[in-house]
């Protein structure tokens, strides 16, 4: 088997040039599906088979590498089960949730919060892998690098891009050395997915930041405005030619001295929506709000779904004893902004104009912070409900994982069993 036949020619030049040179930090960052993980999952095991011959050579019993993400199910998702799958390995952990692989102890560390460094305080490294690394707080990430000082440490790293003024980028990504490496990837670097696949994903995903981040994998600033694919004169159309609607669920933001709203979705068999009703108000209580739900419970059912704001689960609470089927709505605000932003842009969303006042002042004044790389909050409150409604209704299922037997070519590399 070729290397031709289980990397494509990015793959190869990261391959190339890690296992052949010395290096400290290697960041693979780009887009999307374009294949980093894959290759850093592989590389990952390169590193543990290199630090046990190190440990060999100077007596070290049982050397400690540390694997970081986000959370534990980052790593379970994005590493280990994919290890699972293309190798069959499958670690036995320890009451501390580490675990031995090629006579190297991996040791877990989280770094979402400032807390994740608890469980690599102390010790001494020969390396790291860091998933998602532009999502490390910073302290946790500085904090992995300065101890992997173990003889021959190295520390692997993947990230999506963000904004450009992003610490990563700034101090390791644009800063590169003999001994920091970096290497951009795009979503067309990755031959294994069928051109049409690519093609379908282009056309699909909206445009500007989105566009420049999932396809081309750049690190951009977000600008203007944040619905850019809107246009009025597709999107906007009349109640009385709404076609056949079989499915409906709604988006609840709480609010009392803000708006507050309440809108409702309706959907086509074949997966297109229509914002056909939207509540906005002021000031009100929540028995307003319980009425308004349950007079949409009476014209579309009582087991219609609300995609609720979290914050403030008592209203959710309320809401669950008056009968009415809410649920605390996944905000993640950059996933739900791309899930609307892409229905626009696929002609898959649709907005009564005769039934929306305040959405029609909204979509043209929700704008990028540019600094932080997220909307900023003014002009949200019908879009906010929007979002959770989209988002979390059609929320991405987790990608099927394309398992190829490798184990031939990783032998070639010395990685074999």
């Not at 590389?43 to 050579?57: C, G, N, P, S, T």
């Not at 690394?133 to 021959?152: P, Q, Y």
């Not at 988006?251 to 809108?263: K, M, R």
Request: net charge neutral.
């Amino acid at each position: 088997m070729a290397l031709t036949d289980v990397y494509n020619a990015k793959q190869i030049e990261v391959l190339t040039e890690t296992i052949k040179q010395d290096w400290f930090i290697t960041l693979l960052h780009g887009a999307k599906r374009s294949g980093k993980t894959k290759i850093n999952n592989d590389l990952f095991l390169f590193e543990l088979r290199r630090v046990r011959k190190i440990a060999d050579d100077e007596g070290v019993k049982e050397p400690m590498y540390i694997l970081a993400g986000v959370s534990s199910s980052t790593i379970q998702k994005n590493i280990l089960q994919e290890l699972y799958n293309m190798y069959n390995i499958e670690p036995k952990y320890d009451k501390h949730g580490n675990f031995k692989l090629f006579g190297v102890k991996v040791v877990q560390a989280y770094t979402g919060n400032i807390g994740g460094v608890g469980a690599i305080r102390g010790m001494t490294a020969f390396g790291a892998y860091v998933n998602e690394a532009s999502l490390a707080k910073r302290e946790v990430f500085a904090e992995i690098v300065s101890r992997c000082s173990g003889t021959g440490a190295r520390i692997l790293g993947d990230t999506n891009p963000d904004n450009p003024e992003h610490w990563l980028k700034k101090e390791y990504i644009d800063n590169p050395s003999k001994n920091i490496k970096s290497f951009h990837f795009e979503l067309d670097d990755n031959t294994f997915l069928a051109k049409r696949y690519r093609e379908n994903i282009k056309e699909a995903t909206p445009s500007g930041m989105f566009y420049d981040r999932d396809i081309k994998g750049l690190w951009v600033s977000a600008e203007g405005v944040v619905y850019r694919d809107f246009d009025a004169s597709v999107h906007y159309v009349q109640s009385e030619s709404l076609p056949k609607l079989s499915t409906y669920y709604c988006g609840v933001d709480w609010g009392y001295e803000h708006w507050g709203s309440i809108i409702v979705i309706g959907e086509t068999d074949d997966g297109v929506s229509y914002l056909i009703e939207e509540h906005a108000s002021q000031y009100e209580e929540i028995d307003y709000w319980v009425d308004v739900a349950k007079g949409i419970q009476s014209r579309y059912g009582a087991r219609v779904p609300f995609w609720c704001d979290s914050a403030r689960p008592e209203h959710v609470a309320r809401f669950q004893r008056e009968g009415i089927n809410a649920h605390n709505a996944d905000k993640a605000r950059l996933s739900g902004v791309e899930s609307v932003a892409k229905h626009f842009k696929t002609n898959k969303l649709f907005i009564c104009r005769d039934k929306v006042e305040k959405f029609k002042d909204e979509i043209y004044q929700y704008v990028w912070d540019k600094k932080k790389g997220e909307p900023i909050k003014e002009f949200d409150d019908v879009l906010d409900s929007l979002r959770y409604a989209i988002y979390n209704q059609h929320k991405p299922k987790p990608e099927p994982i394309n398992v190829k037997k490798t184990i031939d070519t990783f032998k070639k590399l010395g990685l074999g069993r």
